[in-house]
């Protein structure tokens, strides 16, 4: 790692804080993404057979990824001080599929509260990714 001025001083709570920012906004997305897919299902016949080219599914399908890849390249981003282009890469890959596993609860919260229940999760996952972009931010600035 980098021993530059720019270098940070802290690295263990850099690369912990840009998983966590990583894996929460991919959690948001996932959220969103599946508050998208119950309100696109709302008007929809429930005899239809569920189609991999139907809307919903499309949506779901490169929602997901897209919170995937979203979490990798904010915590790639977040890393940059690391000056190590291998590290930031596996720990990006960390979030991106970290988030995906952790998004997981998207399934009980939909169940159990619905769509005002992704809703609350996505605000959640944003109010925590504002916290911790915060608090690396105030880490970056020079005393």
Do not use: Y
């Not at 998983?19 to 696109?40: E, H, K, P």
């Not at 890959?93 to 609350?120: E, H, K, Q, Y």
């Amino acid at each position: 790692m980098s021993e530059g001025p720019d270098a940070p001083s802290d690295f263990v709570g850099l690369v912990l804080g840009a998983l966590a920012f990583g894996v929460a906004l991919g959690v948001g997305i996932q959220g969103l993404v599946t508050w998208t897919v119950r309100t696109l299902q709302q008007g929809a016949p429930n005899q239809a057979p569920p189609a991999l080219s139907s809307t919903p599914a499309l949506v779901l399908l490169l929602g997901t990824l897209a919170g995937i890849v979203a979490a990798g390249l904010a915590s790639w981003r977040l890393l940059a001080p690391i000056h190590n282009p291998w590290r930031q890469a596996m720990l990006a890959l960390i979030a991106g599929m970290g988030s995906f596993a952790v998004s997981l609860v998207t399934l009980p919260i939909d169940r159990a509260l619905g769509r005002p229940g992704l809703l609350g999760l996505a605000a959640v996952a944003a109010l925590v990714c504002g916290l911790i972009g915060r608090r690396l931010s105030s880490k970056r600035q020079p005393a």
